[in-house]
């Protein structure tokens, strides 16, 4: 749980750049590639994640430019587009927490899916869910044969690049 907006940002800058890298480097020839027939592609996946932002925003009382799922049902086929949609999203869910809620504000509960989350927990659920959904993109990502750019330290792709056998 998040206890100040500070805290929360340089969480969500490092982490919504990760999202960025990872957005960035999709084809629109991968935006189908799924894990089994009939089950969510690496594209849905992606629009899920941007869509996310206003839905999850907008239930904790945010106003975020951005689609949400309801609005915008249908999956771009374009990757670019799911990269600028979610650029300006992330940008947008920043600015409207630190316009709208304090520091003070962020262990008040808010309903959340017929729960009552503090906000600080909002903001963490919301950047696991991020987290959580790339990580199943970087597996359909190499399934699709799309280099994976590293997070948290060079990915495989990275190591070898820099000449430097990558672990098993």
């Known amino acids: 749980m998040f206890r100040s907006l500070d805290d929360f940002a340089s969480a969500w800058n490092q982490e919504s750049a990760s999202t960025m890298k990872v957005l960035r ?7 189908a590639q ?20 206003a839905e999850m925003g907008g239930h904790a009382g945010l106003v975020i430019d951005g689609p949400t799922e309801k609005t915008h049902p249908a999956t771009p086929s374009v990757a670019a587009d799911i990269a600028a949609h979610y650029e300006r999203s992330a940008a947008s869910l920043l600015a409207a927490v630190r316009l709208t ?14 729960e009552q989350w503090p906000r600080g927990l909002m903001l963490a659920i919301l950047l696991h869910h991020q987290t959580h959904h ?34 098993p």
């Not at 480097?25 to 935006?31: E, G, H, Q, R, Y």
């Not at 809620?101 to 017929?114: K, N, S, V």
């Not at 199943?136 to 070898?160: D, F, H, I, K, N």
């Open 25 to 31: 480097s999709l084809t629109d020839a991968s935006m």
């Open 34 to 53: 799924a894990i089994v027939p009939g089950g969510r592609t690496l594209g849905f996946l992606a629009w899920h994640l941007t869509c996310t932002l």
């Open 134 to 167: 790339r990580g199943q993109m970087t597996v359909l990502m190499r399934q699709a044969g799309v280099p994976v750019p590293g997070m948290y330290g060079p990915s495989r792709e990275e190591w070898e690049a820099m000449g430097v056998p990558p672990l």
């Open 101 to 114: 809620w304090t520091d003070a504000q962020l262990g008040e509960p808010i309903p959340m899916y017929g």
